[in-house]
């Protein structure tokens, strides 16, 4: 489990997280869903241990991250947009992570094949299309199999039937009891994957919970509905 305990961080004068309190189970996928500017980025960088809190911590299975960073070789990330060296090929670019993680197997191959990534393996980084590289981000934060899964906007640029795919995985990765974690702006895509939802507006949690209790509470059937309602009734607020 993933306990986050009265996250607070500021960018100097602006307060991105105003004391988030937020459980994330194992065997679940977990949403966190806002508008941009919302704070989901810093979370997950938090989480990662890029970004240091200004105050409260994170926990995994009860291990606080406080400068131990070690816990990272069990997160497997897939960022919404990925930078690799541009004259690497997909194989070189594989090779130098498992190089970096001392691994001398081949635990991408299967992943290569679902991801229908084997004819772009001697292409340049820079020559892949969007989708592509998309794909390529898929293998590397799945090939070690981690235990911890954390995918921002993972379906942006893939196909219908690839986006289709990348989904069964996801579910598949469920299965075994993982803990994943997903930022989407699709909405349907949330309501298809998504256990539990943590809905952000300015730093501050306004739903955490059930997808479908907050289908229940909203009186709604979309989950698109239902988000919308949340904006609505925050701007009654103010």
């Known amino acids: ?77 897939m960022p919404q947009i990925a930078s690799y060296p541009e004259n690497l090929t997909v194989i070189e670019v594989l090779s130098l992570i498992k190089d970096i993680r001392n691994r001398n197997d081949n635990p991408e191959e299967s992943l290569i094949k679902k991801f229908e990534l084997t004819g772009e393996l001697t292409k340049p980084i820079r020559t892949l299309s ?39 995985i996801i579910l598949e990765e469920k299965r075994k009891g993982k803990t994943i974690i997903l930022t989407s702006h699709i909405m349907s895509e949330i309501e298809e994957l998504a256990d539990e939802i943590i809905f952000l507006l300015d730093g501050k949690i306004y739903y955490k919970g059930s997808v479908m209790n907050l289908l229940i509470e909203k009186g709604e059937v979309k989950l698109e509905k239902a988000v ?11």
């Open 130 to 168: 969007g989708g592509n590289k998309q794909k390529l981000s898929a293998v590397i934060s799945l090939m070690f199999n981690p235990e911890i899964l954390i995918f921002d906007e993972p379906t942006a640029g893939l196909d219908p039937v690839m986006s289709n795919r990348f989904k069964e």
């Open 1 to 77: 489990m993933i306990k986050i305990s009265n996250l607070i961080k500021k960018y100097g004068k602006l307060e991105v997280l105003k004391g988030i309190d937020a459980e994330i189970s194992h065997g679940k996928v977990t949403a966190i869903v806002g508008p941009n500017g919302s704070g989901k980025t810093t979370i997950i960088k938090i989480i990662l241990g890029l970004v240091k809190t200004d105050y409260g911590f994170i926990s995994i299975d009860d291990q606080k991250n406080n400068g131990n960073h070690e816990y990272r070789s069990n997160i497997g990330y």
């Open 228 to 238: 919308a309602k949340i904006l609505e009734e925050k701007s009654a607020w103010n």
